[in-house]
Nanobody, 126 residues
Framework: QVQLVESGGGLVQAGGSLRLSCAAS????????MGWFRQAPGKEREFVAG?????????YADSVKGRFTISRDNAKTNTVYLQMNSLKPEDTAVYYC??????????????????WGQGTQVTVSS
């Protein structure tokens, strides 16, 4: 049973930073792709960032490029972070950690995702 547990969400002012964490368990994730999606109220769930565990490749949505960074914890296995800087009110959403058995060189759709976390709320005030 795969489990993805997010933490680190909260309330922050515009221009501020937050770091989300995702602890994965239940499988050996060395061949998986990890990522983050988000869903704002009234909007569809959208891809934010992805990370290829084996090759170290990354992929970002255009809306977060240069502001968000996805990375792994070299000391802790199966832990992935999303560092979010220069946050904007439009970044307000529930953020979900994801895991996929295959890496894609394009932004995956929600239907492509194999495993989901429960989500963590990020609210950016203006």
């Amino acid at each position: 049973q795969v489990q993805l547990v997010e933490s680190g969400g909260g309330l922050v002012q515009a221009g501020g930073s937050l770091r989300l964490s995702c602890a994965a368990s239940g499988r050996t994730f060395s061949r998986y792709a990890m990522g983050w999606f988000r869903q704002a109220p009234g909007k569809e769930r959208e891809f934010v960032a992805g990370f290829s565990w084996s090759g170290g490749r990354t992929l970002y949505a255009d809306s977060v490029k240069g502001r968000f960074t996805i990375s792994r914890d070299n000391a802790k296995t199966n832990t992935v972070y999303l560092q979010m800087n220069s946050l904007k009110p439009e970044d307000t959403a529930v953020y979900y950690c994801t895991a996929d058995v295959a890496w894609r060189d394009y932004a995956p759709r929600p239907d492509d995702v194999d495993y989901w976390g429960q989500g963590t709320q990020v609210t950016v005030s203006s």
